[in-house]
Each structure stands twice: as structure tokens, then as C-alpha cells.
């Protein structure tokens, strides 16, 4: 059974930081890139931060503005998002998505493009 469980999530105050995790079983994570994907109330999901298979190259989106950092263990087939200087615009629930490293794919929140999807962790920004 293929299972993505992301945890991490919660409230945190304007300018904090969570770390996200998600972790892999079921399939060849090796053979996948990851994304993390996000969608906030009444808003479009949207790609924040993407790796590839080998974790050597990263994306980020504009929204995330330098401020988040993806990353994988390889050996853990767990992937992680390090949120730092977080606003109230962050707040959302991120999901964590695998899609096999032979298709054509970019790091946008186009749900058709993802093999697999996590549940997703809220994340809530606020004083």
C-alpha cells in the first residue's frame, strides 16, 4: 500500500519556523520526485518546493521567496520542508506528493500531474 504521511504541521506566530516531514512507503521512492504542494481556504493549490530523485536539485516558488528549503533522506524515504520567517499568507494545508522522476512534471499545484498524494498537515500562521 502506497502511503505518503506528512506531520510537523501546527500554529505558529508571524517570523517562526516549522519543519514539515513526509514520510514514503509502498513504492520506489528512489524513482520518484517529491513536491510539496499547498492550498489555502478559498485559493488554488499551488507548488511550493519540489526535489528530484537524487535530491541534488531543489525548486522553490516565488511565494516561498527563499524562505523554505526542501530536502530528502534517501535512506528514511522521508522528505522534509523547512519553513522559516513565516507569514499569515502561509497559512494553508501542505501536502506532500511523489510523481515518477521519468515523466514530464514542473513544481505547480496541477493535481493530475502527482502519482501520489499525503493527507496534508495544517499549518496556521498567526498571533
Known amino acids: 500500500e502506497v502511503q505518503l504521511v506528512e506531520s510537523g504541521g501546527g500554529l505558529v506566530q508571524p517570523g517562526g519556523s516549522l519543519r514539515l516531514s513526509c514520510a514514503a512507503s509502498?513504492?520506489?521512492?528512489?524513482?520518484?520526485?517529491m513536491a510539496w504542494v499547498r492550498q489555502a481556504p478559498g485559493k488554488e493549490r499551488e507548488g511550493v518546493a519540489c526535489i528530484n530523485k537524487d535530491g541534488d536539485s531543489t525548486f522553490q516558488s516565488d511565494a516561498a521567496n527563499g524562505r523554505f528549503a526542501v530536502s530528502k533522506d534517501r535512506a528514511e524515504n522521508t522528505v522534509y520542508l523547512l519553513m522559516t520567517n513565516l507569514v499569515p499568507d502561509d497559512t494553508a494545508v501542505y501536502y506532500c506528493a511523489a510523481v515518477s522522476t521519468y515523466r514530464y512534471w514542473r513544481c505547480s499545484g496541477d493535481a493530475t500531474q502527482y502519482d501520489y498524494w499525503g493527507q496534508g498537515t495544517q499549518v496556521t500562521v498567526s498571533s
Open positions: 509502498g513504492f520506489s521512492f528512489s524513482t520518484y520526485d
